[in-house]
């Protein structure tokens, strides 16, 4: 990808994404996904927050069904995956490039060269939002917050000319596959994108902001790392890059390990912390009927690490 403006990418990113719809590779074509959005305005940090019904999201576990539509290979080769030793269920690793060939066939892969490294970005079948993306090293390396990361977040949002979100999980904050480094990217914006710099305070978790300029990447690499140093073994973090009102910004979000789930939505990451609530699982309906500013303090609070 070196050498392509940022036109260029930003395009190639949205028209491949579309093209996997069309391929039937996406879980849900997205003008046809059965999907319902509820706002809750907070008074106390001004955000909107988004709570969305997408039930499609569940075909994800449904082995069967990704074989019938040819997202995964029914004819796949076991025994060519790699797995991770660490993994304790044994599952090949979802992000290594030779799995992926194997496994998703379908798949296309879009190659650009981040921070030096080499890196593919795939289109994201159980997809959370519009143009959503899985953005992976080709190196099996650990998903870990590093000074790193944060350069690779901030040239991608900078190749695709900030149209992209970026967003980082770290391990016990959201990831799920913790033995690949990978970031999640989309062009929706996120609730959190509109808070007033003097009110992150009043968010339900922790949040820090910096602009995403030489200074503010330096401060923002030094309190996810100061915070991650005062307990490496628990301490973790999201990262957000996006920019609202058209000034690129670095959201860090603090997290433990300890409280990496709330009650109403299990597992907490990314998408959550920025306000953006997905609901798909059955028993998740009736908390999606419930949405409201309280219920999205409710979830956050939980998952807000003790100072």
Not at 223 to 248: C, F, K, Y
Request: with cysteine.
């Amino acid at each position: 990808m070196t050498g392509s403006t940022t036109t260029d990418l930003a395009e190639q990113l949205v028209s491949t994404w579309d093209q996997q719809g069309r391929d039937g590779f996406l879980l849900s074509a997205p003008d046809s996904a059965d999907i319902a959005t509820r706002e809750a305005f907070d008074e106390q940090s001004g955000v909107h927050f988004r709570f969305r019904w997408m039930p499609h999201r569940e075909i994800r576990g449904d082995v069967a069904e990704l074989q019938r539509r040819g997202i995964l290979n029914p004819n796949r080769d076991e025994s060519k995956l790699f797995r991770d030793p660490r993994d304790p269920s044994g599952r090949h690793c979802f992000l290594c490039r030779d799995n992926i060939r194997e496994c998703h066939p379908m798949e296309r892969l879009v190659p650009v060269r981040l921070a030096g490294q080499d890196y593919l970005a795939g289109a994201n079948f159980a997809w959370i939002e519009r143009d959503h993306f899985t953005v992976m090293p080709v190196e099996h390396v650990d998903q870990e917050y590093s000074a790193h990361a944060l350069e690779a977040m901030l040239d991608l949002h900078q190749q695709a000319g900030g149209k992209f979100r970026v967003l980082f999980n770290g391990p016990g904050a959201g990831a799920t596959i913790p033995w690949h480094m990978h970031f999640q990217i989309t062009t929706a914006s996120m609730p959190i994108e509109t808070i007033d710099p003097a009110r992150t305070e009043h968010y339900p978790t922790m949040v820090h902001r910096f602009q995403a300029n030489d200074q503010g990447q330096a401060d923002a690499h030094e309190a996810a790392s100061a915070w991650i140093g005062r307990d490496p073994e628990n301490h973790t973090v999201n990262v957000l890059v996006a920019t609202p009102d058209n000034q690129s910004q670095v959201f860090i979000f603090l997290r433990d390990k300890r409280r990496a789930k709330a009650t109403n939505k299990g597992l907490v990451g990314g998408f959550e912390v920025a306000g953006d609530f997905v609901l798909s699982a059955p028993p998740e309906e009736a908390v999606f009927n419930s949405a409201s500013a309280e219920l999205a303090h409710s979830i956050l609070s939980q998952v807000r690490p003790e100072a």
